[in-house]
T-cell receptor, first 114, second 115 residues
């Protein structure tokens, strides 16, 4: 089944810098989502971008989607120590059913150093 | 109020035992999921129920049996636990057909350790 692959696997930056994470996927999608997971916690939905959208913003988050390259990027501007977490991209996969199934990539571990 | 709550948060048990994890959501969603996250943080879907009907059943050993008494609850029973079952299990919920459009709401996870 299709799956997003995040890049890099791990990223360490200083507070105040921007963080960019990339996601590549294999097949056509209806939409792509980004989630954050703090250590020991569940995943939190950050943003969803549809296949007919190219860019979306939410606060300090900016997501782009290039369906021709089957890739997406998540930019966190002016990072804070509290942004330290793992970030996952997720793509829908209808498979053989009419129900949407979300497949997660392996994630990018972001460390923001105060 | 917690939107998606799982119990227990931690579960340590011996090989061969049978255990259950419970999940409840108060969001009014009609679809619920179980995901397994391994030690490398890779998330894999296991099951999904829509209005108490099983709609996604991935390649999971039949020692794992989900049960949904109503659309607000989805429990996971595991028989004859093995060392390889050690992982964090996440419950999630969404609204049917648009779960992939509006995102999933996850519980905080159940860390299962089999010794």
């Amino acid at each position: 089944s299709q799956q997003g692959e995040e890049d890099p696997q791990a990223l360490s930056i200083q507070e105040g810098e921007n963080a960019t994470m990339n996601c590549s996927y294999k097949t056509s999608i209806n939409n792509l989502q980004w989630y954050r997971q703090n250590s020991g916690r569940g995943l939190v939905h950050l943003i969803l971008i549809r296949s007919n959208e190219r860019e979306k913003h939410s606060g300090r988050l900016r997501v782009t989607l290039d369906t021709s390259k089957k890739s997406s990027s998540l930019l966190i501007t002016a990072s804070r120590a509290a942004d330290t977490a793992s970030y996952f991209c997720a793509t829908d996969d209808r498979g053989k059913t009419s129900y949407d199934k979300v497949i997660f990539g392996p994630g990018t571990s972001l460390s923001v150093i105060p | 109020d917690t939107a998606v709550s799982q119990t227990p948060k931690y579960l340590v048990t011996q090989m061969g035992n049978d255990k259950s994890i419970k999940c409840e959501q108060n969001l009014g969603h009609d679809t619920m999921y179980w995901y397994k996250q391994d030690s490398k943080k890779f998330l894999k879907i296991m099951f999904s129920y829509n209005n108490k009907e099983l709609i996604i059943n991935e390649t999971v050993p039949n020692r794992f049996s989900p049960k949904s008494p109503d659309k607000a609850h989805l429990n996971l029973h595991i028989n004859s636990l093995e060392l390889g079952d050690s992982a964090v299990y996440f419950c999630a919920s969404s609204q049917r057909g648009v779960g992939a459009n509006y995102g999933y709401t996850f519980g905080s996870g159940t860390r299962l350790t089999v010794v």
